[in-house]
């Protein structure tokens, strides 16, 4: 039934405890995972505000983009080593257009939330609430412990 999981984290703990429900109902029902990284530009924004040259801004997304697929690397690995076939997946985008894009190649999207509520949820949005509701691939949510 889901064959095709897909992952996406940040590298906290909460998208760690995601992944490991990704990987844990894969092993179980013989699928495999892709673990996304949704990287988007911090500066971009800012850009008409910069105070650095662009070569400044250029390196220090370069230095977030080798973080990223560090991490990758290695959540890929500890996935193999549990015994499910894993890919990585870098995507320079803003995170919820980079899920639903990706959540079509999927069978199911499996994603962490920090289960806010009331106006802390307004004011901080939810990546995870965007996707819930947008996904036409069924969304499993791990909550966190503390929301």
């Known amino acids: 039934m889901f064959k095709k999981i897909l992952v996406p984290t940040d590298g906290s703990e909460l998208g760690r405890a995601a992944l490991e429900r990704g990987l844990y109902l894969a092993r179980n029902l013989g699928g495999e995972v892709t673990i996304l990284y949704a990287l988007e530009n911090p500066y971009e924004a800012y850009r008409s505000y910069a105070t650095q040259p662009p070569e400044h801004y250029e390196k ?3 230095d ?3 973080k990223a697929q560090a991490l990758l690397h290695q959540l890929s690995a500890e996935a193999r080593a549990k015994g499910v076939q894993a890919r990585a ?3 320079e985008a803003h995170p919820v257009p980079a899920i639903l894009e990706a959540a079509k190649a999927h069978d199911l999207v499996v994603m962490a939330t920090h289960g ?4 802390e949820r307004v004011m901080m949005g939810s990546v995870t609430d965007k996707v819930l509701h947008n996904c036409p691939t069924p969304v499993l949510v791990v909550r966190s412990g503390t929301g």
């Open 64 to 66: 977030l983009k080798a």
């Open 116 to 119: 806010r509520k009331g106006v």
């Open 89 to 91: 997946l870098l995507v």
């Open 60 to 62: 220090q997304m370069r």
